[in-house]
């Protein structure tokens, strides 16, 4: 009897050592991208550069491993479209960042103007790194949170709808991975539920938007400040075109006035009538130097026109000559004109 229930518990042991195996293998089955992180991560020396930029956007211990685990480089535009061949550049906006093959790649921008482009790109392109390691069901789910954040923000804000344009020709699980990163690095509040998602990569979200915030003011104020000018340019166009043509006017109707009175003159007009000669004789001297005094006024007005114009055009210098840091494009080389 004892030997009896002896085999029975080796069997009841046997059946739980197996189920104990089998459960270990669902959990590493489950947590294999983990575990891959982790040996990629831990094996990757990252450069000097992207050590500072993973210790700028203050990821947690997830966001980390996953940022060391995608290989993450930096370069100038000769890397950068080598490692981002594949990427679209026809779209409207610049293309600061790739994830492909698994790997973060980087546009290096060293202009202090715009401090914080490579680190909200870097934050971007981790977010691409961590929608891929999610499972379909949690895609779907997240997904419809983000889609539905999305046409609230658009609703409201044109600049925002004018930034996702871009995206506009995306399918939509390809329009919701963009969005992941567009609004987990460029928006700074956002529905509990998705603080709660964007919480597992990052300690602190609005560092994040702080280092877009910065170079994206500088955009944003160059163009409030052209608007303004431009229109104020406008404005003066209007009024000195104006007031030119009214002077031209009065300068016309004076100068036949002045002939008037010098044929009069000459006619002996006045010969018996001085008072009649000063009276007409001053108001032609006062009207003169009325005309004169709006002429420099228009004058003044025309220089301060050239002066907004030049501000106008050197503001316009500065927006290309920023555009064209943030291009990582390598420009197509000419074509030889054949000979006839």
């Known amino acids: 009897m004892s030997r009896s229930t002896?085999?029975?518990?080796?069997?009841?042991?046997?059946?739980?050592?197996?189920?104990?195996?089998?459960?270990?293998g669902v959990v590493a089955y489950s947590y294999r991208s983990d575990i891959r992180d982790h040996f990629v991560a831990a094996s990757f020396d990252p450069s000097k550069?992207?050590?500072?930029?993973?210790?700028?956007?203050?990821?947690?211990?997830?966001?980390?491993r996953v940022f060391l685990a995608s290989q993450p480089t930096i370069g100038g535009k000769k890397e950068f479209n080598r490692w981002c061949a594949a990427?679209?550049?026809?779209?409207?906006?610049?293309?600061?960042?790739?994830?492909?093959?698994?790997?973060?790649?980087?546009?290096?921008?060293?202009?202090?103007?715009?401090?914080?482009?490579?680190?909200?790109?870097?934050?971007?392109?981790?977010?691409?790194?961590?929608?891929?390691?999610?499972?379909?069901?949690?895609?779907?789910?997240?997904?419809?949170?983000?889609?539905?954040?999305?046409?609230?923000?658009?609703?409201?804000?044109?600049?925002?709808?004018?930034?996702?344009?871009?995206?506009?020709?995306?399918?939509?699980?390809a329009f919701a991975n963009e969005l992941h990163s567009v609004l987990g690095t460029e928006v700074r509040d956002l529905p509990p539920e998705l603080e709660e998602h964007y919480a597992q990569w990052f300690t602190d979200r609005s560092v994040i938007v702080n280092w877009y915030d910065g170079y994206h003011t500088v955009f944003t104020e160059l163009k409030a400040e052209a608007d303004r000018l431009a229109a104020e340019l406008e404005a003066l166009r209007v009024d000195i075109e104006e007031r030119s043509a009214n002077y031209d006017t009065a300068v016309e109707q004076f100068n036949a006035d002045a002939a008037d009175f010098k044929e009069r003159n000459e006619r002996y007009e006045f010969s018996g009538d001085k008072p009649l000669f000063d009276s007409i004789r001053g108001q032609l001297l006062d009207r003169q130097?009325?005309?004169?005094?709006?002429?420099?006024?228009?004058?003044a007005d025309s220089?301060?026109?050239?002066?907004?114009?030049?501000?106008?055009?050197?503001?316009?210098?500065?927006?290309?000559?920023?555009?064209?840091?943030?291009?990582?494009?390598?420009?197509?080389?000419?074509?030889?004109?054949?000979?006839?």
Request: proline letters at 2%; one cysteine or more; a negative charge.
């Open 6 to 24: 002896g085999k029975r518990i080796a069997q009841g042991v046997a059946v739980v050592l197996a189920v104990a195996i089998a459960a270990g």
């Open 49 to 64: 550069r992207i050590e500072q930029i993973r210790e700028e956007i203050q990821l947690s211990s997830s966001g980390n």
């Open 87 to 173: 990427v679209d550049h026809t779209e409207e906006g610049h293309v600061l960042g790739c994830f492909a093959e698994r790997r973060i790649r980087l546009f290096e921008v060293t202009d202090k103007r715009l401090n914080g482009v490579a680190e909200t790109t870097a934050a971007h392109e981790l977010l691409h790194a961590t929608w891929v390691r999610l499972s379909q069901d949690d895609r779907a789910t997240l997904s419809r949170e983000l889609i539905a954040e999305y046409d609230k923000l658009s609703a409201s804000d044109e600049e925002f709808a004018q930034r996702m344009s871009v995206y506009e020709s995306l399918s939509e699980p």
């Open 289 to 299: 130097e009325g005309l004169e005094a709006v002429r420099r006024e228009i004058q």
């Open 303 to 340: 220089d301060r026109f050239n002066d907004l114009r030049e501000q106008l055009m050197k503001l316009n210098d500065v927006s290309l000559e920023l555009n064209d840091i943030l291009d990582s494009t390598i420009p197509e080389p000419l074509s030889e004109v054949e000979s006839a």
